[in-house]
């Protein structure tokens, strides 16, 4: 009897364990419901709400006002992988862009599409709003800076800034001036009103790869590691923070507490604590780049974005013992030996958007589950683009072939799908057995 009361207390204190052990912040705080690496996060100005993107073509909105967060809508306007999130000022709206080229405005309340920004390119890669909720700005790989109007939702100006890409763009607080950074290095300073150019304000030598507002200065992140805050009005760098070993991709502040993070390339994330710049927290060892970061609105903890298919949380802690390689397996589209050629190009060209499971419908393309004699476009459950819908392809080795000689704008016009060709005839006819077993 006593052996028995000794085992029961034992597995008592084992459960207590195993419960305390699996109910870490880290564990229970994540955002899961994406089909691909989340590339953007933003929080909502009340923090109880979140808003992520990812490469799986949608937009999702969470309720994080609670110890478990949980999905409340997803967004499957988007044609393309979604690139920048951001809340606007009233917290009832917000604004989402990515590869298609278009800017979308949502009404998060109502779980509805208000309008598309229309007129880039090439993706858009960056979003900023004035705290006044009134206008917009866009930066896109098309090489220009777009300025909109909120509230008529019409164009404003068309800034040109050079035949390479910009990265990012913010609006400044009183609306009257942009500023640009991007591929060549510099940041510009416009005029909102005229779209004119006033001056170039910093001359970096790399790439500007992101910027935030943090007080009145620029944050900003670059293709070589480094991390600096440019004093806006003195055109001058007046803070150099420690550097990653790799390019910078993330950034986020909080003002209200004073702080500053960065996430790299090297899977770091750093953060400062403004007051005296000390380094309060920093973790390691992140699977992959960390390209989304957000502070939480009591600025303990950070959501973040990387090669999985999730929106991880980090309570900020300055020694991170945390195993974030725990669970993570390397991603579908990373393998590159070590299959037969047909499931290797599965793989490596088409696992990212696709899934052969048909239970799978949060990734941006449909299930090729059973995909040989399907005509395009008829799974009820994924939401085509009409050029699909109303195409009478019909998915063969003939049609499937095709595909990867010519891109899918050719097969089927108005396709969604990312160009995607195989030149190899060796390597398409592997793909094409391949499915054909599935």
């Not at 000794?6 to 880290?26: C, G, I, K, M, W």
């Not at 229309?118 to 009134?134: C, E, F, L, R, W």
């Not at 599965?346 to 059973?370: E, I, M, Q, W």
């Not at 395009?376 to 063969?396: C, F, H, M, R, T």
């Amino acid at each position: 009897m006593k052996a028995l009361i000794t085992l029961f207390l034992a597995f008592l204190l084992f459960s207590q364990f195993s419960s305390t052990v699996a109910d870490t912040p880290e564990d229970t705080r994540q955002l899961n419901g994406h089909g691909g690496p989340v590339n953007c996060v933003s929080i909502s100005p009340d923090g109880k709400q979140a808003i992520s993107g990812s490469l799986d073509y949608t937009v999702m909105l969470w309720d994080i006002d609670k110890p478990r967060p949980k999905s409340t809508n997803r967004f499957l306007e988007h044609r393309g992988a979604v690139s920048e999130v951001r809340f606007l000022p009233s917290g009832s709206e917000a604004v989402s862009s990515g590869d298609d080229g278009t800017v979308y405005l949502w009404d998060v309340k109502a779980h509805k599409l208000l309008h598309r920004f229309v007129g880039h390119q090439a993706k858009v890669v960056s979003v900023d709003v004035t705290p006044d909720g009134k206008m917009l700005a866009s930066a896109s790989w098309d090489g220009t800076v777009r300025l909109w109007d909120l509230s008529s939702r019409k164009t404003l100006h068309k800034i040109k800034v050079h035949e390479q890409t910009v990265h990012s763009v913010l609006l400044s607080a009183d609306g009257k001036t942009a500023y640009s950074g991007g591929y060549d290095g510099r940041i510009r300073s416009w005029d909102t009103r005229t779209g004119n150019l006033i001056k170039v304000i910093h001359e970096h030598g790399w790439p500007i790869n992101v910027m935030r507002w943090f007080s009145n200065q620029i944050l900003f992140g670059t293709s070589n590691g480094d991390v600096q805050l440019l004093n806006v009005a003195s055109a001058s760098i007046s803070k150099i923070l420690i550097p990653h070993q790799k390019p910078v991709l993330g950034l986020a502040v909080s003002n209200k507490h004073g702080l500053i993070a960065s996430g790299g390339i090297d899977g770091v994330i750093r953060v400062w604590d403004t007051q005296d710049w000390s380094v309060i927290g920093e973790t390691e060892g992140i699977p992959g780049p960390v390209w989304a970061l957000a502070f939480t609105a009591d600025g303990k903890g950070i959501y973040f974005g990387s090669l999985d298919d999730d929106v991880k949380y980090w309570e900020i802690s300055a020694s991170d013992d945390t195993n974030w390689s725990k669970g993570h397996k390397q991603r579908r589209f990373q393998v590159k030996t070590g299959l037969p050629l047909g499931e290797l190009q599965f793989a490596r060209k088409c696992s990212v958007c696709h899934s052969l499971n048909p239970d799978v419908t949060n990734r941006a393309g449909p299930s090729l589950y059973k995909i040989m004699g399907r005509k395009a476009g008829s799974l009820p459950e994924y939401p085509y683009s009409k050029g699909l819908i109303q195409s009478d392809v019909v998915w063969n080795e003939k049609t499937i072939d095709e595909l990867f000689v010519k891109g899918p704008s050719h097969v089927v016009p108005g396709s969604k799908m990312p160009l995607q060709k195989i030149p190899d005839a060796e390597k398409r006819t592997a793909l094409i057995n391949f499915l054909k077993k599935q």
